[in-house]
């Protein structure tokens, strides 16, 4: 199911990008946050082994609302990190809902004549 809501997310913003040319920038957002959250989901992977300092959750819920889910989707399914804590997969996803309606309107701005 995470594959598939990111493969969803892929298609919107390539028809958003055809139909209302959304720029270029915003993917590059979504590319650098979804590597750094993928980067810190492995670093409190990481930790976690080793019972070292640990990364707050919130800190991995706000990469996420800020365009790192992506990154943090690839992260907890490659690493299969924080994927059992139901806790945190129920903010997780509230995070990724709530970014995807900023994406989405964003694209409604986009679609308007004159923006």
Known sequence: MPYLILAV???AYLLASLLWHVPVLVAAVYGAMSVTCF???AID???ARTQAWRTPEKTLWLLGLLCG???AVLAQQ???HKTSKTSFQVVFW???ALNMGGF???CMRY???GV
């Open 69 to 71: 889910w992506p990154g």
């Open 39 to 41: 980067a810190v989901y």
């Open 104 to 106: 989405a309107w964003l």
């Open 111 to 113: 679609a308007q004549p």
């Open 45 to 47: 992977k990481r930790a």
């Open 9 to 11: 997310f892929v298609l």
């Open 78 to 80: 490659w690493l299969r």
């Open 94 to 96: 509230i995070t990724v």
